[in-house]
């Protein structure tokens, strides 16, 4: 894949600056795996782990995929997971919001339930 068969922008998903890829070829759009977890309030090791369950999920893996960061436009350089946004509503309601989340991390809990509620419209 060639840098001009992907157009790579920054949008707005509640309130968030959120990585999104789009192949010109067939027209599918991803967002950025790490961005979406990160805004959500998981830490780096959470994104991980967050990352790879998706990644091996059965049907939520079909819409994961690697892009070269280079072809991206990264600074470093770096590959970025990303994951088709058909996917993505299937992927966060996955994510389930547990009495301890809710505890310790009010505030991802919060971002959570909208992300998920947003997803299902």
Do not use: H
Request: hydrophobic share 35%.
């Amino acid at each position: 894949m060639k840098k001009n068969e992907l157009v790579v922008k920054n949008v707005s998903f509640c309130g968030a600056g959120v990585l999104a890829v789009q192949e010109n070829e067939t027209g599918r759009i991803y967002a950025g795996v790490n961005s979406i977890l990160r805004e959500l309030g998981f830490d780096e090791k959470q994104i991980e782990y967050r990352r790879d369950k998706w990644r091996d999920d059965r049907i939520i893996a079909k819409g994961v995929r690697k892009f070269s960061g280079t072809l991206l436009g990264a600074k470093t350089g770096k590959d970025t997971w990303c994951i088709d946004i058909r996917k993505l509503p299937l992927a966060l309601a996955k994510l389930e919001i547990t009495p301890k989340m809710e505890k310790e991390m009010p505030e991802l809990s919060e971002k959570l339930e909208v992300y998920q509620d947003r997803c299902a419209d």
